[in-house]
């Protein structure tokens, strides 16, 4: 083998294997088709992302569990995370009652 043949040879493996999981020989790219195609593998049209979760019912939640839960440190948590909710205001009433 002629020392100046190896890296020619390397450099060209390197462009076969780079390329074989994007550009197959004939055929979309691969992360096209896997877009495409659905769960019994046939193409079709692409998942779509479900709808954002409203806010407001993700905090109305969050208040209550920590009132289930009926503990300061629950309490405390919703605060600091959402202390500017109108909830909030309903918690700091749950800690006063529960520091009595």
Not at 24 to 43: C, I, W, Y
Not at 68 to 75: I, L, M, Q, S, V
């Amino acid at each position: 083998m002629k020392p100046r043949s190896l890296p020619a040879g390397l450099f060209g493996a390197l462009i076969a294997l780079a390329g074989l999981d994007h550009q197959p020989f004939g055929g979309l790219p691969v992360m096209v088709e896997k877009a495409k195609a659905d769960e019994t593998g046939k193409a079709g049209r692409a998942p779509s992302m479900p709808m954002a979760r409203d806010p407001a019912v993700a905090v109305a939640e969050e208040y209550e569990a920590a009132r289930r839960k009926g503990t300061r440190e629950a309490f405390e948590l919703f605060i600091a995370r959402h202390g500017d909710a109108p909830l909030a205001e309903q918690a700091r009433a749950e800690l006063k009652r529960l520091s009595r």
